[in-house]
Nanobody, 115 residues
Framework: QVQLVESGGGLVQPGGSLRLSCAAS????????MGWYRQAPGQPRELVAT?????STTYADSMKSRFTISKEKNTVYLQMNSLKPEDTAVYYC???????????WGQGTQVTVSS
């Protein structure tokens, strides 16, 4: 049984910061990629950022200068700065492991950017 538990979401004013965490537990071996995705109401889920086991990162263009993904062991973080109202969404973490074509997903954490 694999669990991904996200935390750190909430309400923040425009220009503020939040740090999301996602801790993976259970029978997890050989994590290849850890990532964050988000889904706004009425919109498809979109990539935010990923980080490989070797530390290589990728970002969506609109978030590259404001968000930073990092990891420590089986926990992945997303530092979000200069938040905008359009960043409001449910943020999901995701991990891909060797030998399993379907990634694991967390339950999602709500981020609301509003004054």
């Amino acid at each position: 049984q694999v669990q991904l538990v996200e935390s750190g979401g909430g309400l923040v004013q425009p220009g503020g910061s939040l740090r999301l965490s996602c801790a993976a537990s259970g029978s997890i071996f050989n994590i290849n990629v850890m990532g964050w995705y988000r889904q706004a109401p009425g919109q498809p889920r979109e990539l935010v950022a990923t980080i490989t086991s070797g530390g290589s990162t990728t970002y969506a263009d609109s978030m590259k200068s404001r968000f930073t993904i990092s990891k420590e062991k089986n926990t992945v973080y997303l530092q979000m700065n200069s938040l905008k109202p359009e960043d409001t969404a449910v943020y999901y973490c995701n991990i891909r492991v060797t030998g399993r074509p379907i990634p694991y997903w967390g339950q999602g954490t709500q981020v609301t950017v509003s004054s």
